[in-house]
């Protein structure tokens, strides 16, 4: 499925939803596929991507975006703390703020730099033990504690379980983010980001219906 498919159907499900044309940021995630994919894509005009490994994005973008202007690139993997200061000079967000300790380095981080990217909370709605992200009965009191460091949260995000139903999980993230008075809504892949743009996703993220399937053998 091409970029432009994918972007009529974004529009299409934002006006069923009775929300404002590009009220929704695609991530096109770009993790882990070859570079002549990507090429394409930034060819094709889409600025905004995601990246799951650190390394992997910092030998990937810095070229492209010298070749290509400017260029929004996401976090949407798991944060090592000690790739945290690469990774705020690198990614212009992160989906993936999930505990205590990421959140005083981000904190040390934003406030030595002055500059911070996009901030969200990965909630583990699921309470899947293999997967990161706070619990949800634990967001609310997370999220104290980031505004307590003048850790600056835009939204949150989730990856429902495999195989289930993720409108409950989508409704769930909303709820959270609507009771703490956070706007942004990170939720939806490639099989359900119609069903979150209706639950009010701001983001959605976006791979393997733009590029293809991934080959791991890298």
Same mark, same amino acid.
């Given at each position: 499925?091409?970029?432009?498919?994918i972007t009529?159907?974004?529009?299409a499900?934002?006006?069923?939803?009775g929300?404002?044309?590009g009220s !929704?940021?695609? &991530?096109?995630v770009?993790?882990?596929?070859?570079?002549?994919r990507?090429?394409? !894509? %930034?060819q094709?005009g889409h600025? &905004?991507?995601?990246?799951?490994?650190?390394?992997?994005? /910092?030998?990937?973008?810095?070229?492209?975006?010298?070749?290509?202007?400017?260029?929004?690139?996401?976090?949407?993997g798991?944060?090592?703390?000690n790739?945290?200061?690469v990774a705020?000079?690198?990614f212009? /967000?992160i989906?993936?703020?999930?505990?205590?300790?990421l959140a005083?380095?981000?904190?040390r981080?934003?406030?030595?730099?002055g500059?911070?990217?996009? %901030?969200?909370?990965? !909630?583990?709605?699921?309470e899947?033990?293999?997967?990161a *992200? !706070?619990? +949800?009965?634990?967001?609310?009191?997370f999220?104290a504690?980031?505004?307590?460091? #003048?850790? +600056? &949260?835009? *939204?949150?995000?989730? &990856?429902?379980?495999?195989?289930?139903d @993720?409108t409950p999980?989508? /409704?769930?993230?909303a709820?959270?983010?609507?009771?703490?008075?956070? @706007?942004?809504?990170s939720?939806?892949?490639?099989g #359900?980001?119609?069903?979150?743009i209706?639950?009010?996703?701001?983001?959605i993220r976006? *791979?393997?219906?733009?590029?293809?399937?991934?080959?791991y053998?890298?």
């Amino acid at each position: 499925m091409s970029l432009a498919e994918i972007t009529a159907r974004v529009r299409a499900a934002e006006q069923a939803a009775g929300r404002a044309e590009g009220s !929704v940021t695609l &991530i096109a995630v770009s993790k882990v596929q070859p570079l002549d994919r990507v090429e394409a !894509v %930034l060819q094709a005009g889409h600025r &905004i991507f995601g990246e799951n490994y650190v390394q992997e994005a /910092a030998g990937k973008w810095p070229d492209l975006r010298a070749r290509f202007g400017a260029v929004a690139v996401h976090m949407i993997g798991p944060l090592q703390t000690n790739k945290a200061k690469v990774a705020v000079d690198l990614f212009d /967000a992160i989906h993936t703020v999930d505990r205590p300790s990421l959140a005083e380095k981000l904190a040390r981080l934003v406030q030595e730099r002055g500059r911070c990217p996009e %901030l969200f909370v990965q !909630v583990n709605t699921g309470e899947e033990p293999q997967k990161a *992200g !706070v619990m +949800p009965g634990d967001v609310d009191a997370f999220l104290a504690t980031c505004a307590a460091m #003048d850790l +600056p &949260i835009q *939204g949150l995000m989730c &990856i429902p379980p495999e195989g289930e139903d @993720s409108t409950p999980h989508f /409704a769930a993230l909303a709820g959270m983010a609507a009771r703490n008075g956070l @706007s942004g809504l990170s939720m939806g892949m490639s099989g #359900d980001f119609e069903t979150a743009i209706a639950a009010g996703a701001t983001h959605i993220r976006v *791979g393997s219906a733009i590029f293809g399937a991934r080959s791991y053998a890298v």
